[in-house]
């Protein structure tokens, strides 16, 4: 950093292993994205991570699933009758989930510099006013985590990056 002060957050969270779906339709006006969002709620496949863009005309709403429902996105995807849309899949994504803690704006822009400098590549990315969320290949989750301590400062009990459980929801 500039100064050689580290940032201070409140911490980082790691994902499971996540399919992030990309999905662009051709107009605002296209609403070919709700069936398809319907189709997966009907499948009780949890979305861990959804944003939605407008920055052209073209309407992109991305997503991400658990690695396990790959092959059921694959097939609702194949089966689905969507018109007018472009998909993309990226199988392996992990998301990176940041606690600013009072420094969203620095924060966001040190993770793009970051990000950037190192070629490490942003899948999707999505603020809020507790959390910054970034999709970024799942197998360089680690090694963006131990470069990313040269320039951050995490509390002193910061918790394990990963889960050390898994919360599956059951139908009864």
């Known amino acids: 950093m500039e100064d050689g002060q580290k940032v201070r957050i409140g911490g ?3 994902s499971e292993e996540l399919v992030q779906v990309e999905v662009v339709c051709q107009s ?5 994205i709700y069936p398809l969002l319907q189709l997966i709620a009907d499948k009780n496949i949890n ?6 863009s407008l920055v052209t005309q073209k309407p992109e709403t991305v ?5 396990s429902e790959l092959h059921e996105i694959q097939r609702i995807l194949n089966k689905s009758s969507l018109r007018n849309i472009n998909i993309n899949i990226i199988p392996s994504v992990g998301t990176l989930t940041f606690f600013p803690h009072r420094n969203q704006f620095r924060l966001l822009g040190l993770l793009t510099n970051f990000f950037g400098s190192h070629k490490f590549p942003i899948h999707s990315l999505s603020t809020s006013i507790s959390a910054i969320a970034l999709n970024t290949d799942y197998n360089l989750l680690d090694i963006i985590a131990e470069r990313l301590l040269n320039i ?3 509390p002193e009990n910061h918790a394990p990056f990963r ?8 139908q009864l």
């Open 28 to 32: 605002p006006e296209d609403s070919s």
């Open 12 to 14: 980082i969270k790691f």
């Open 47 to 52: 979305i861990t991570f959804l944003c939605y």
């Open 63 to 67: 997503f991400c699933v658990n690695h």
């Open 152 to 154: 951050i400062e995490l």
């Open 163 to 170: 889960q050390g459980f898994r919360v599956t929801q059951i």
